[in-house]
Every structure is written in structure tokens, then in C-alpha cells.
């Protein structure tokens, strides 16, 4: 009796080994692998989804350069393309004009004022009223031609201190006015100036008939 007891006893523990073991084997006691997987997936779709971030920000830069570049194409149809200042022309530097060369200018504005019959133009050339023999002899073409036509050689010009002297031989074309005959005479005329200021100013002027 003792021994059939105990024999069951060891069929009864047998048993429930043998269930647990199944038991474990149909997934009770199985390892637990989801969670590492769910981790390996959202690790890899982490890994995908940077990759598109990157080739997004990359698709952006190549949209912005090509616009500025579209742009950029666009304005040089419309605007003219910006000069460098290597481009510009080289100026010579502004010179003061010699003395001579300033005489031969105010010589001109006479001649000028003296075809014109400008006695206006003529006192702004002296600087003044001109002198009384000057101003005689002017008024002597002025009443007595008409048409006047002057021209003036190369003028032989001489600069000292302040002032300066020129001889120029003046060929003069007219018509008499009493008697409306055409005429031409030539003339040397010495002609003094004098610096005053920044310029010169005709002196005073003696014909040589």
C-alpha cells in the first residue's frame, strides 16, 4: 500500500512536469523578442527619415540657386550690366591753361566782340571801360562799316611779370557805309594785357595802319 501510494506521488509530479514543460514550450515561458524588434524597426525608420530630412534641405538648395540664377538672367535682359570703373575712358587730368594760351582765347572773344560791334562784350574784355583812344577807334569802325569780317594771323605773344604784350596782324573785310563799297584792309595791331586776379584783361591796344 505504502508503494502504490508513493509510485503515484511520482506519476502524479511527472505529470505536472511534463505540462509545464509543454506549457513553456507553446510560448508561457517563450523569450520575449517584440520589444527588441518594435526598437530595431523605429531605429531603422529614425535612420530613413533623416535621409529624406537631408535630401530635402538639399532639394531646397538647388530651388533657391536656380532662381537666383533665373533672376539673375532675368535683370540683365532689362538693366545694362554694371561697368567697372577699369571700363571708363581715362580723363587727363585738368590743366591750368598757360598764359599764352589764355591770351590767345580773350584775342578770339575780340575779334568776336569786334565783328559784332559789342562794345558790351568789348568792356568785359578790358575789365573796364576801355581807354579813350580805345574806345575812338572802335567806335570809329562801328559807325562807319558794316559787315565787318576780322580774322587774325598766329599772334606773336610775349609773357613777362603780370603782364603781356601781343602783335597780330588783322585782316578786315567791310563795307564802307557812305558809300556801300566792299573793302578789306589790314591792320597790325600791338595789344597790351594785364594779369589781374586768376585771368587776364586786354590793357589797351595801338593800331598800325
Not at 535683370?75 to 589764355?102: F, G, K, Q, W, Y
Request: hydrophobic letters at 45%.
Amino acid at each position: 500500500m505504502g508503494n502504490t501510494t508513493q509510485q503515484s506521488r511520482i506519476q502524479v509530479t511527472a505529470l505536472a512536469l511534463a505540462m509545464a514543460a509543454l506549457s513553456c514550450g507553446l510560448g508561457g515561458c517563450a523569450a520575449r523578442a517584440t520589444p527588441n524588434g518594435i526598437r530595431a524597426e523605429m531605429a531603422e525608420l529614425r535612420e530613413v527619415e533623416r535621409d529624406l530630412r537631408d535630401e530635402i534641405a538639399a532639394l531646397r538648395s538647388d530651388v533657391a540657386r536656380l532662381t537666383a540664377a533665373f533672376e539673375a538672367a532675368a535683370a540683365a535682359d532689362i538693366l545694362p550690366e554694371p561697368r567697372s570703373p577699369l571700363d571708363e575712358p581715362m580723363r587727363p587730368p585738368s590743366a591750368v591753361p598757360t598764359p599764352n594760351a589764355a591770351i590767345a582765347v580773350l584775342l578770339d572773344d575780340y575779334r568776336v566782340a569786334l565783328e559784332r560791334e559789342d562794345l558790351q562784350a568789348l568792356r568785359k574784355i578790358y575789365g573796364c571801360e576801355p581807354p579813350s583812344d580805345d574806345l575812338r577807334y572802335l567806335k570809329l569802325w562801328f559807325d562807319r562799316t558794316d559787315e565787318l569780317d576780322v580774322s587774325m594771323a598766329s599772334p606773336h605773344i610775349e609773357v613777362g611779370n603780370g603782364n603781356a604784350l601781343a602783335v597780330v596782324e588783322q585782316t578786315m573785310t567791310y563795307t564802307l557805309a557812305p558809300i556801300q563799297q566792299r573793302r578789306t584792309v589790314s591792320v597790325t595791331i600791338r595789344m597790351e594785357f594785364v594779369r589781374r586776379d586768376d585771368g587776364w584783361q586786354l590793357a589797351n591796344l595801338e593800331p598800325r595802319l
